[in-house]
C-alpha cells in the first residue's frame, strides 16, 4: 500500500552531529548546564571544539540543535496515502501520544526542562523560548497535520484545530509532566506497558470528543 513519508520533522543532522547530540543531552543530564560545556562535549563526543562550531555554531546553537534532536522523537508516522480507516488513523494517534509520553518522561526532556525553569526571569534566557520554539511548537504543528489529515478523511471533525490539539495534549499529558519535574512518581508512565496503556486511553477518550460515527461519515463506502 503507498504510503506518504514519516514526519517527523527533524532538521537534516548527519550520524556524526547525532552522536555528538546524544553525547551533548547525556552531559545536561548528567551534571545540568555546568555539566555541557564545549571541552567536555569534544571529549565525550571525540571531536574537536572546531566541529562543534562548525556544526552548531555557539552555545545557543547547540541547545538549539538538542531541543530540535529531542522534538524530532516524537514521530507522525506514515499514513497511507489513500483514505485511512478509523483503525488505522486511531493507531498514528497512539503511536503520537506514546512517542510524547516517552519523550517528555525521559530524564533528558527533564532535565532540558528543570534547566529552563533554573533561568526564567534571567537577562538574556534563551532555552525556554527556544524549548516553546523548537520543541513544543515544532511537535504541535506536526500534530496538526495528523489532526488535519483525520478531519479531511471525514474520521474525526472540529472546528477549531487549536482546540482539538489542545484537548489531545491534554488528555495524554494531563499534569504528569509538572509533577514529574517536581519529583513525583507518576505510575500512569512507570514503565512502557503502563505508558502505552496512558496512550490508548487518551485516543479512547479524544474519540468520544471529536470521533465521526461510521454511519455519519459521508466519506464511507
Not at 477549531?160 to 504528569?176: C, E, P
Request: some cysteine.
Amino acid at each position: 500500500m503507498e504510503t506518504t513519508s514519516a514526519d517527523d520533522g527533524a532538521e537534516s543532522f548527519g550520524p556524526r552531529q547525532t552522536d555528538v547530540l546524544e553525547a551533548a543531552l547525556a552531559l545536561l543530564v548528567e551534571g545540568g548546564d555546568k555539566g555541557l560545556t564545549t571541552a567536555r562535549l569534544a571529549r565525550a563526543a571525540n571531536c574537536s571544539k572546531e566541529s562543534l562550531y562548525k556544526w552548531f555554531g555557539d552555545r545557543n546553537g547547540l541547545l538549539e540543535a538538542m531541543i530540535t534532536y529531542q522534538a524530532s522523537k516524537v514521530r507522525i508516522a506514515a499514513l497511507p496515502r489513500v483514505k485511512p480507516s478509523a483503525e488505522e488513523f486511531r493507531h498514528q494517534l497512539a503511536g503520537f501520544a506514546s512517542d510524547l509520553l516517552t519523550v517528555l518522561s525521559g530524564p533528558t526532556s527533564l532535565a532540558l526542562n528543570r534547566l529552563s525553569i533554573g533561568e526564567a526571569g534571567r537577562e538574556g534566557a534563551q532555552l525556554g523560548g527556544l524549548l516553546i520554539e523548537r520543541g513544543r511548537r515544532a511537535i504541535e504543528n506536526r500534530a496538526m497535520r495528523l489532526l488535519d489529515a483525520g478531519r479531511d478523511a471525514g474520521l474525526i471533525a472540529f472546528d477549531n484545530r487549536d482546540a482539538a490539539f489542545n484537548a489531545l495534549y491534554g488528555l495524554i499529558v494531563g499534569d504528569m509532566h509538572v509533577r514529574m519535574l517536581l519529583g513525583d512518581a507518576v505510575p500512569l508512565i512507570a514503565d512502557a506497558s503502563a505508558l502505552d496503556i496512558q496512550a490508548a486511553r487518551a485516543v479512547d477518550q479524544f474519540w468520544r470528543l471529536y470521533g465521526v460515527a461510521e454511519e455519519t461519515n459521508p466519506n464511507t463506502n
